[in-house]
């Protein structure tokens, strides 16, 4: 028989079994955060430095789930979704990137026209995706007119076909390019069919780590800016933090906290995505990966700081399937989607999967073998389907399943 603390069992995080762990913590401090967590108050910077640098994982991942619980029960999301990657030319030269190549050997990269492009979006007619991530490098040539024609020519092909395109790196050089404030950048783009803003380029904010991983991208406060301005537009956004290589703590917390601010004020915000720093093929491959262990503590103090983000997102295609399950029991609530494409930004660099694509059924299968509930979502979070009842057999006879 396997024997599994009560948190990993994903039981509803009963009152008194997260009373009687924080109770029984012997450290008084860290019992302190466990009781303000216990009550829904904010726990703050040092607190949460406090969190990374003594608490075991057994304490902080049974406080995560306890908030994950509270928020979404057992419900795991999902969507349906596939990715875009224009190019992976880029005139930026990011030390942890193994994808891009610079505009000088462009010959050894790619670059889709919008015929490609469209030709990738008509191959889903028919599929019950919901959404279309587009992400890629930063080419000088494909302007921010070239962009808002092509998110034109997809919503006049698909019209329901929700639009997640380009990180605040490729926004801001687009629209310094173009000569156009974030504002009038954005209103445009929108104006064309983007929907909604994806959470890349966010890397680390703090100066000390930006300036030796990404010197020469957007800094901190100009991306903060990028995706306040969408939220005043209207427009929702993820945020992602680029982990586990050179940064310290202290730098996570102080991302985190730049993001939380924000997030007080606009509430635009739907997900957090902590990123695994993967170290094939890059200019930080002598930067050795962190350990599980090391990333459950993440997700946990993530699910534990960010208490106005509704969703913490675990990016399977970077963590692997089985560590991705295993965070549905460190405060993680959504896998992403089936992705479906043959992504590139992250094979690259060494994650374990080579061709990110999981079928419906599949994902379905993986959230529900932790006795989690399976709910496929759109895009801003409402709920397209719930696979609780549903049994994982009947959907792999099901065509529009797999
Ligand atoms: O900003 C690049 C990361 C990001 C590596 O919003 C790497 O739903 C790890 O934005 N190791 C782009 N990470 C991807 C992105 C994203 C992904 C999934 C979902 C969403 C969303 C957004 O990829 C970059 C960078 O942080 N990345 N190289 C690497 N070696
Ligand atoms: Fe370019 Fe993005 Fe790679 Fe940086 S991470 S080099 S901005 S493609």
Redesign the pocket.
Known sequence: MKIYPAYLCNMTAAKSSIEEIIESEKNNSLQQIGEKIFNSQRINEEEGLLLFEQASLPYIGALANFVRERLHGNKTYFNRNFHIEPTNVCVFS?A????SRLYAHREEGWELSSEQMMHIIKSYDGKPVTEV?I?GGVHPKLNMAFFADLMKQIKTHRPDLHI?GY?AVELDYMFRKAKVSPKEGLSILHEAGLDSL??????IFHPEIREQICADKVDANGWLNIHKTAHQLGMHS?A?M?YGHIEKYWHRIDHMERLRKLQDETHGFN?F?P?????KD?DMRNVPESTVVEDMKLYSVARLYMDNFPHL?A?WP?LGRQNAQLTLSFGVNDL?GTIDDSTK??SM?GSEEQHPSLTTSQLVSLIKQVNREPVERDTLYHEIKNYKDIDVMELETNALYN
């Open positions: 990011c942890f990137c193994a994808y991530h992400v997640k990180t994806p959470g890349g380029g966010a890397e993820n992602t680029l997900t995505i990123l695994k720093f993967r170290n890059n997102k990016y970077m992403d930004i992250y660099a």
